[in-house]
């Protein structure tokens, strides 16, 4: 039996983020074009693998391929794994569908936040044979494995299929109690010659990381957590540092940590960072952090052991909104970490969300003024969309039943981030300025002359230019034009 472990291609559009486990996130100009290695299903793919079976990696998605190329590509295979989500369900299954046609007894797994939240929604497709819910790496091995020996695997935890014209949904897979234990994604199984971009890198090729699962916050608006199960766990130092070891060997210049929060574990980073600096280990990496874990000892060892960008969730510059959401800080820490940053020479990034829970105009213009108060190096806005699996799908969910229905066409990747639903419920504010408003906080910092002179007078490469160029073009090009 032989697998395939597919990243489907897109008509819509060629960046898409598709490397986190509850699936889809970003894609488009704005966030600048930028492409991600599909690091989710590069784990499942490699823990397969270390079971013995037998499995191809195909990233239609990252090689550019046609839909035709890719059904070739699976001739030979019996199962197809797929990481799919929200955004991306309608365009999965275009794909899925064309497999389907060419192979009838080709079995189709899901996995993903969709599958796991609504799996109704994906049991309700035909090309669809099992779902996997939560944590995919252990049941996926095994529904893969009980399939080739031909045994019974009904009984699995953590999946879902239809059963005598009936969805059967099985009890949960517990969750991987070390993170340890699973061996990193192997990137060999990658396309060869793929060059994955991030407007947010200086030094290529580049790679992703994750070191832990799970957030030490649960803001309601935030699929990750819950996702999780509410709970965080978190790679120790030594293999942290042995796949950034070979990350290093293998040629890759720079990481990128994929952690909800990767500061926040601070005596674990420091013995990374540590260590690193004795080997001589000289790679560039990118961190998520959440205001308030920094101080200038620790930031400035990261710094040394090559962390050169910090990217912040900083959604709003209103302290009442912050409070509503259950958002784990306050504008004053933000404040502190980012002029902390900007002391050591650490570009930033902020990412904000407007049409939050009790959003209004003048709360908007309060989160411009904030942004222009901390400098960001750079920023990203999107519209606060309620996804399914979160406190704020809840409340919007018992107010209108039917969102069920429409959850994939509102949270498809031609509207997400820019288009809002049902913000009306939950802010003063119309969808129409709530949308407007996303395009007008990009220009208006974007488009400053003071900004552009200072971009282009940071260039130290050739590289550097021409993905400043590149980015800034796309940001450019949505913040004038508004499409997507």
Same mark, same amino acid.
């Given at each position: 039996?032989?697998?395939?472990?597919?990243?489907?291609?897109?008509?819509?559009?060629?960046?898409?983020?598709?490397?986190?486990?509850?699936?889809?996130?970003?894609?488009?100009?704005?966030?600048?074009?930028?492409?991600?290695?599909?690091?989710?299903?590069?784990?499942?793919?490699?823990?397969?693998?270390?079971?013995?079976?037998?499995?191809?990696?195909?990233?239609?998605?990252?090689?550019?391929?046609?839909?035709?190329?890719?059904?070739?590509?699976?001739?030979?295979?019996?199962?197809?794994?797929?990481?799919?989500?929200?955004?991306?369900?309608?365009?999965?299954?275009?794909?899925?569908?064309?497999?389907?046609?060419?192979?009838?007894?080709?079995?189709?797994?899901?996995?993903?936040?969709?599958?796991?939240?609504?799996?109704?929604?994906?049991?309700?497709?035909?090309?669809?044979?099992?779902?996997?819910?939560?944590?995919?790496?252990?049941?996926?091995?095994?529904?893969?494995?009980?399939?080739?020996?031909?045994?019974?695997?009904?009984?699995?935890?953590?999946?879902?299929?239809?059963?005598?014209?009936?969805?059967?949904?099985?009890?949960?897979?517990?969750?991987?109690?070390?993170?340890?234990?699973?061996?990193?994604?192997?990137?060999?199984?990658?396309?060869?010659?793929?060059?994955?971009?991030?407007?947010?890198?200086?030094?290529?090729?580049?790679?992703?990381?994750?070191?832990?699962?799970?957030?030490?916050?649960?803001?309601?608006?935030?699929?990750?957590?819950?996702?999780?199960?509410?709970?965080?766990?978190?790679?120790?130092? %030594?293999?942290?540092?042995?796949?950034?070891? @070979?990350?290093? /060997?293998? $040629?890759?210049?720079? #990481?990128? =940590?994929?952690? &909800? *929060?990767?500061?926040?574990?601070?005596?674990?980073?420091?013995?990374?960072?540590?260590?690193?600096?004795?080997?001589?280990?000289?790679?560039?990496?990118?961190?998520?952090?959440?205001?308030? %874990?920094?101080?200038?000892?620790?930031?400035? @060892?990261?710094? /040394?052991? $090559?962390?050169?960008? #910090?990217? =912040?969730?900083? &959604? *709003?510059?209103?302290?009442?909104?912050?409070?509503?959401?259950?958002?784990?800080?306050?504008?004053?820490?933000?404040?502190?970490?980012?002029?902390?940053?900007?002391?050591?020479?650490?570009?930033?990034?902020?990412?904000?969300?407007?049409?939050?829970?009790?959003?209004?105009?003048?709360?908007?213009?309060?989160?411009?003024?904030?942004?222009?108060?901390?400098?960001?190096?750079?920023?990203?806005?999107?519209?606060?969309?309620?996804?399914?699996?979160?406190?704020?799908?809840?409340?919007?969910?018992?107010?209108?039943?039917?969102?069920?229905?429409?959850?994939?066409?509102?949270?498809?990747?031609?509207?997400?981030?820019?288009?809002?639903?049902?913000?009306?419920?939950?802010?003063?504010?119309?969808?129409?300025?709530?949308?407007?408003?996303?395009?007008?906080?990009?220009?208006?910092?974007?488009?400053?002359?003071?900004?552009?002179?200072?971009?282009?007078?940071?260039?130290?490469?050739?590289?550097?230019?021409?993905?400043?160029?590149?980015?800034?073009?796309?940001?450019?090009?949505?913040?004038?034009?508004?499409?997507?």
């Amino acid at each position: 039996m032989k697998t395939l472990f597919l990243v489907p291609g897109n008509s819509l559009q060629q960046n898409v983020v598709r490397d986190v486990l509850y699936g889809g996130w970003c894609s488009g100009k704005l966030i600048g074009g930028g492409t991600v290695p599909p690091l989710s299903l590069l784990s499942v793919a490699t823990v397969a693998r270390a079971a013995g079976l037998d499995i191809v990696f195909v990233d239609a998605l990252g090689e550019g391929i046609s839909l035709e190329q890719t059904c070739e590509r699976a001739d030979g295979c019996d199962v197809v794994v797929v990481l799919t989500s929200f955004m991306t369900f309608a365009e999965d299954m275009k794909v899925l569908e064309a497999l389907k046609q060419r192979r009838r007894d080709l079995r189709v797994v899901l996995f993903g936040a969709l599958p796991t939240f609504l799996p109704e929604v994906c049991l309700a497709k035909d090309a669809v044979s099992v779902l996997v819910q939560r944590e995919p790496e252990y049941a996926v091995r095994d529904l893969l494995l009980a399939w080739e020996k031909g045994s019974p695997w009904q009984e699995i935890p953590g999946l879902a299929f239809r059963e005598n014209g009936n969805s059967r949904i099985n009890p949960p897979y517990p969750f991987i109690k070390s993170l340890d234990e699973i061996p990193w994604p192997d990137r060999t199984l990658l396309p060869p010659g793929v060059d994955y971009y991030n407007p947010l890198v200086k030094q290529y090729p580049y790679t992703t990381m994750l070191t832990s699962r799970g957030c030490p916050s649960k803001c309601t608006y935030c699929t990750a957590p819950f996702f999780m199960g509410g709970r965080l766990r978190v790679c120790s130092a %030594e293999p942290v540092i042995e796949d950034m070891t @070979l990350a290093y /060997r293998q $040629g890759y210049k720079t #990481i990128y =940590f994929r952690d &909800e *929060t990767f500061c926040a574990f601070k005596k674990r980073n420091i013995q990374i960072c540590e260590t690193l600096l004795s080997k001589g280990i000289r790679v560039r990496w990118i961190a998520n952090a959440i205001a308030g %874990e920094l101080d200038h000892d620790y930031l400035a @060892l990261m710094k /040394r052991a $090559g962390l050169y960008c #910090i990217k =912040f969730g900083v &959604e *709003t510059g209103n302290e009442e909104i912050l409070k509503l959401v259950n958002k784990r800080t306050s504008l004053e820490k933000m404040r502190e970490d980012f002029a902390l940053c900007r002391k050591l020479r650490i570009s930033t990034h902020a990412h904000c969300m407007l049409g939050m829970p009790g959003e209004t105009r003048e709360t908007i213009e309060q989160t411009f003024r904030f942004i222009r108060e901390i400098r960001p190096t750079t920023v990203t806005y999107s519209v606060c969309s309620p996804y399914p699996g979160t406190p704020l799908f809840d409340q919007v969910h018992e107010r209108f039943p039917d969102v069920v229905d429409t959850t994939v066409d509102d949270l498809a990747l031609q509207n997400l981030h820019i288009s809002s639903r049902y913000n009306e419920l939950f802010t003063s504010l119309s969808n129409e300025e709530i949308e407007a408003a996303v395009q007008e906080g990009y220009r208006r910092f974007y488009t400053r002359p003071g900004y552009i002179l200072r971009s282009f007078l940071g260039i130290r490469s050739l590289r550097e230019f021409l993905s400043l160029c590149r980015a800034g073009l796309q940001v450019l090009s949505y913040s004038v034009g508004g499409e997507k």
